[in-house]
């Protein structure tokens, strides 16, 4: 439960070292104290091992570290991928990301469990199997590591909490748990408003199937809630908004948070590109939203 830390989310693509640093030192004078180790970091690091220190000096120089951290994902990265020989690709690249993750002594990673994208698109058992498949893999080295697979909400059936709640069930580990995911969760409550919805697209469009719209995400979620990704939409798109540019209750969220009893960390998924919002905004509507962090 509260008090715990704010982690902010930057998207780094086609920075240079010099930029990367600023962003870093912005944040900082403003406030934050925790940055996300995204995918993009994480894909960067893949390619040239030396990132791994160099960015832990560029951080500790500024008086931040990485907190929580995103799996890299896609169609070949997500735990349902289809493909058998990219699927044992997909694994290794995991289990390398779990590896760099406890070096750089970020302890939770939110990993995609992967979205009904395919057409013609398989059976939901399919992909539940290959997902179980995948956690079987993955979770003896995360607890190893010490490490916490958070799976996500997102707006495809594959995804539902019960669906996440099927996979908690099979895998009772610590080393498990859900990543809260704000933006996605308002899309199934009132995406039902839009006609052309993100989930009304997937489910009727694409999948043909009635969209199974749900209110109460995060409280069916809470218990096992390690993370959150807080972000604000209108329930039609993933915009990634500033919280409060759109229609989330944030009261509501904010108090169900605190009784989540294994929330780690609170992260800023805002997107400033797209919310239009500079790291000061940001710092600034994080700590007025969950001010009781505020310091950690």
């Not at 509260?2 to 930029?19: A, K, R």
């Not at 997500?78 to 289990?95: E, Y």
């Amino acid at each position: 439960m509260y008090p715990v830390p704010i982690t902010y989310l930057y998207q780094f693509e086609g920075l240079n070292e010099n930029q990367r640093r600023a962003v870093m030192r912005e944040f900082a004078v403003n406030g934050a104290r925790h940055l996300a180790l995204t995918d993009t970091l994480l894909g960067d690091i893949l390619k040239k091992e030396s990132l791994m220190d160099q960015m832990q000096q560029e951080m500790a120089n500024e008086g931040l570290t990485f907190a929580d951290a995103h799996a890299m994902f896609g169609v070949e990265m997500d735990l349902n991928c289809l493909n058998p020989q990219k699927r044992r690709m997909m694994i290794a690249r995991h289990k390398l990301q779990l590896e760099i993750i406890a070096y750089m002594g970020v302890d939770t990673i939110t990993i995609h469990i992967g979205n009904n994208r395919e057409q013609p698109c398989p059976p939901i058992d399919v992909h539940y199997n290959l997902i179980r498949e995948s956690l079987a893999e993955l979770l003896p080295v995360a607890e190893e590591l010490g490490v916490i697979i958070n799976i996500e909400n997102i707006w495809h059936p594959n995804n539902t909490p019960e669906m996440l709640l099927k996979f908690k069930e099979s895998f009772p580990t610590d080393a498990l748990g859900f990543c809260y995911d704000a933006g996605h969760a308002n899309i199934m409550a009132k995406g039902k408003n839009y006609e052309d919805s993100l989930g009304n697209l997937v489910w009727k469009t694409k999948l043909n199937m009635e969209p199974q719209w749900d209110e109460k995400i995060l409280e069916k979620m809470l218990p096992h809630v390690v993370t959150c990704h807080i972000h604000d939409n209108k329930g039609d798109t993933d915009s990634h908004w500033l919280p409060g540019s759109g229609n989330i209750d944030w009261q509501h969220i904010t108090g169900l948070l605190k009784q989540a009893p294994r929330l780690k960390y609170i992260q800023s998924e805002v997107i400033p590109f797209t919310a239009n919002a500079s790291i000061k905004d940001l710092c600034a509507k994080f700590n007025k939203l969950f001010s009781e962090t505020t310091g950690l």
